[in-house]
């Protein structure tokens, strides 16, 4: 069919009248302030017509020369030392959170209290009890909230949500997953602020490993217990500061856990900075009644599918689907198959659906994370290293 071939209708969306203008002000001008500013920036002119078209109103950073340029570079038009200002800022509607855990939980509310809309990276507070209080707020507020798990966004993992919601795989056997990373394995490598359990909560835990655990939650459902074994390899770092001074790291260097899901799954997931050769190996492979679903990060554009009944049985076996169709999700916005799109994008199709959120009162849940899936994600962090210290299992009450 031509209507469903890209290379046809690649450009053939036109817009109705003029998308509402949101003014967005950031924290945070680093890795996520770049990811998300590159997404905000092609957002209103790849997602076709746009639902809204984001202005760049204003970031904010802790220092004068590094945030001036950081605006200068990114199209910002105006730059602030103190977050308090960017929240009383009128031209700013949405606050988006890039800074780090330490940094999410007292603006985020102070945002909301205000009246914005507020989008934060995950994890959304360092334990259960701050995620908590930011979730009361925006519920207080009556403002939307969404958390920046961006893999929920990834074209074959909604493809694989799909699969699993219509019934094709049937019943669910086993989650499993890893996240994996090599970044940190030079014992001289410094004691970076993922590794101060003051100012990010935990370690692999709650930096990779709450992706793993909300793409479970999102693919297969809540878990009920949780069994987890937490550790840290290398205990003492030089300091990030150049002093030569050392400094104790207290927090997991690696996790693995068990679950239990609602639906009588089982599933593994464990997360690591010590996986040497893994740069961003976040992979998972999902067993049912009918077939498996596998994906890997590191091959976003690909989902490897088995089905059970697939015919003829001579050649039946793991096939490779190239998620880069039309009529894949989100595809009709980017390039003509086999064009394929990257990690970065995952961004523009969490921030459309924040703003159509916004703008049509379209629903955040269940393709994108909200403040509650955030609680909900700490939760489980939470039990996992309760569970490591205790060495029982942990029931999952939220
Ligand atoms: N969704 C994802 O895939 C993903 C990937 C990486 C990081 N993250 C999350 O994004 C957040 C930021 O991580 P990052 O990798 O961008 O960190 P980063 O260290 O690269 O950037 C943090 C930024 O925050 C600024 N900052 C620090 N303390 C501040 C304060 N008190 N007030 C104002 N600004 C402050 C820093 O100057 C820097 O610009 C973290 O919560 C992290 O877990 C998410």
């Known amino acids: 069919m031509s209507e469903d071939v890209g290379f046809i209708n690649m450009t053939a969306a036109k817009s109705e009248g003029e998308a509402p203008e949101i003014g967005v002000g950031m924290l945070g001008y680093a890795f996520m302030g770049k990811a998300h500013s590159n997404a905000l920036i092609k957002l209103p002119y790849m997602m076709y017509p746009p639902v809204a078209k984001p202005v760049l109103a204003a970031i904010a950073g802790r220092n004068e020369e590094a945030v001036k340029e950081a605006a200068k570079r990114y199209g910002f038009k105006k730059y602030y030392t103190d977050w308090h200002d960017l929240i009383e800022d009128d031209s700013v509607q949405v606050f988006d959170n890039g800074g780090p855990n330490d940094a999410h939980a007292e603006p985020c509310i102070a945002a909301a209290q205000a009246g ?11 334990t259960a009890e701050e995620s908590k209080t930011m979730l009361d ?5 009556g403002v939307k909230h969404m958390v920046a798990f961006n893999y929920r966004f990834v074209p074959a993992i909604v493809l ?15 989650f499993r997953a890893v996240y994996l990373q090599e970044w940190i394995m030079d014992p001289n490598f410094p004691k970076v602020w993922r590794l101060d359990k003051a100012i990010t909560g935990s370690g692999a835990l709650g930096d990779i490993g709450a992706h793993i655990i909300d793409l479970a939650r999102f693919l297969v459902g809540e878990p009920t217990r949780v069994m987890g074994m937490a550790k840290t390899f290398i205990d003492e770092r030089p300091l990030a500061d150049g002093s030569g001074d050392r400094g104790k790291v207290d927090v997991d260097d690696a996790f693995t ?15 690591s900075r010590f996986a040497a050769g893994r740069k961003n190996y976040n992979s998972f492979e999902i067993n049912g009644e009918h077939g498996t679903i596998q994906f890997n990060l590191e091959r976003l554009n690909e989902l490897n599918v088995f089905w059970n009944n697939d015919e003829p049985k001579e050649t039946q076996g793991f096939h490779n689907v190239l998620v880069s169709e039309s009529y894949h999700p989100y595809w009709k916005n980017w390039w003509p198959q086999g064009h394929i799109i990257g990690w970065e994008h995952t961004f523009v199709h969490e921030f459309h659906h924040f703003f159509d959120a916004i703008v049509n009162g379209a629903p955040i849940a269940p393709y994108g994370a909200t403040f509650e899936d955030g609680y909900r994600n700490s939760v489980i962090c939470d039990a996992i290293l309760e569970s490591s210290r205790s060495g029982k299992i942990s029931d999952i009450w939220y």
């Open 257 to 271: 856990s068990l679950f239990e899901f609602e639906n009588g799954a089982l599933g593994t997931l464990e997360a």
């Open 116 to 126: 914005k809309h507020v989008f934060c990276e995950k994890p959304l507070g360092r």
């Open 137 to 141: 707020a925006v519920e207080k507020a």
């Open 160 to 174: 694989a949500k799909n699969l699993i919601a219509s019934g094709k795989l049937g019943r669910i056997y086993h």
